[in-house]
């Protein structure tokens, strides 16, 4: 499971690093070193301009999409609080999914991600979980496979009304290794570089080469410190919360 990661880098940096095409000025997020589900996180993704058809040129866009993916059947947007990851193992098939996977991908960038691990308390002899902040060795970028869903809000009555869409993601985990997987057994899933171009191209529909994109690059490079406790609390904001602590 991911249920809160680290996302610092500004817009003007992910618009390099991710060669995007599309990204407005006005649109701006905070960096953040507690990001939790339901908040709004960037995402890479592809489109083309409304009215071409699927063989016009495509571009890449960054947005603010609000992390917890909400079906485009849901009855209401809190659906969204439960779909905050996606297995790779089942993504395909899953109802609330296998729709996003063939045709809504997007690529989340993140810092890293923080796991707990159950450990007895030194003074108190009592079980307690302590936090990690696992992240690439090299403090490279790491750009976690996603989904992304719009959502019809029908309490407004026009469709042009830019409330009444609701645009949300999702976070695909996968098998922990290397160091994750001495903290949990699960992890986001990062895709490699020259992975993004074929992940990101949303005519691609062949479930069975989009799953063979979902490798995990950064086995064997991956570090994991003990952190605070600090950041178990959502109000908690700062570069403090991933500075390592005695374990």
Not at 32 to 44: G, H, I, L, Q
Not at 175 to 202: F, I, K, Q, S
Request: aromatic letters at 8%; one cysteine or more; proline letters at 8%.
């Amino acid at each position: 499971m991911c249920g809160r990661y680290v996302s610092t880098r500004s817009p003007e940096d992910l618009v390099q690093l991710f060669q995007v095409t599309d990204w407005r000025a006005e649109e701006r997020l905070a960096p953040s070193w507690n990001v939790a589900p339901t908040d709004e996180v960037w995402a890479v993704l592809e489109r083309g301009a409304r009215g071409k058809d699927e063989a016009a040129p495509r571009g890449r866009h960054l947005r603010p999409l609000r992390w917890g993916l909400v079906p485009s059947w849901a009855k209401d947007a809190k659906t969204g609080a439960r779909m905050i990851n996606a297995r790779v193992e089942t993504v395909h098939e899953k109802p609330a999914f296998r729709r996003e996977f063939l045709k809504h991908r997007c690529l989340l960038p993140a810092d890293g991600f923080y796991e707990w691990e159950q450990v007895k308390d030194h003074d108190t002899g009592k079980p307690r979980k302590q936090p990690y902040f696992i992240h690439p060795e090299d403090d490279r970028v790491m750009a976690l496979a996603g989904l992304y869903a719009y959502w019809r809000d029908r309490s407004v009555a026009q469709d042009d009304d830019p409330a009444a869409w609701l645009v949300t993601c999702t976070i695909i985990t996968t098998e922990a290794t290397d160091a994750a997987g001495r903290v949990h057994p699960r992890m986001p899933l990062a895709l490699a570089e020259n992975d993004y171009g074929a992940w990101l191209d949303p005519r691609h529909h062949d479930p069975d080469e989009l799953r063979a994109l979902l490798t995990q690059p950064a086995d064997g490079h991956l570090h994991a410190r003990p952190v605070s406790a600090a950041v178990n609390n959502v109000r908690n904001n700062g570069a403090e919360l991933v500075a390592e602590v005695a374990p």
